[in-house]
Nanobody, 122 residues
Framework: QVQLVESGGGLVQAGGSLRLSCAAS????????MGWYRQAPGKQRELVAA???????NYADSVKGRFTVSRDNAKNTAYLQMNSLKPEDTAVYYC????????????????WGQGTQVTVSS
């Protein structure tokens, strides 16, 4: 089995910064892509940022210029650096990964973390 564990969430004032981490562990052969999603109360889950194994990234328009996604392939960990945070960034942030496991190397599986709360006060 593979598990993704997010960390780094918390309470921050508007204009502040947080860095989220997503550590993948288990029988991992490779992680093809990792992404961050968020879901606010009453809202649908939305893609925030994603990054491929080769380092290509994309962002939601609402976070471009403020958030940076990165990954450390050797550590099976993805990061989301969040700067200039706004109250509308308040949500539960979820890590997502497309992972090839060691026992089934011909296909990738979609895994999700448990989420970490980010609250931005005005």
């Amino acid at each position: 089995q593979v598990q993704l564990v997010e960390s780094g969430g918390g309470l921050v004032q508007a204009g502040g910064s947080l860095r989220l981490s997503c550590a993948a562990s288990g029988s991992i052969f490779s992680i093809n892509a990792m992404g961050w999603y968020r879901q606010a109360p009453g809202k649908q889950r939305e893609l925030v940022a994603a990054i491929t194994r080769g380092g290509s990234s994309n962002y939601a328009d609402s976070v471009k210029g403020r958030f940076t996604v990165s990954r450390d392939n050797a550590k099976n960990t993805a990061y989301l650096q969040m700067n200039s945070l706004k109250p509308e960034d308040t949500a539960v942030y979820y890590c997502n990964a497309l992972i090839v496991v060691v026992t089934v190397k011909h296909r990738e599986y979609d895994y999700w973390g448990q989420g970490t709360q980010v609250t931005v006060s005005s």
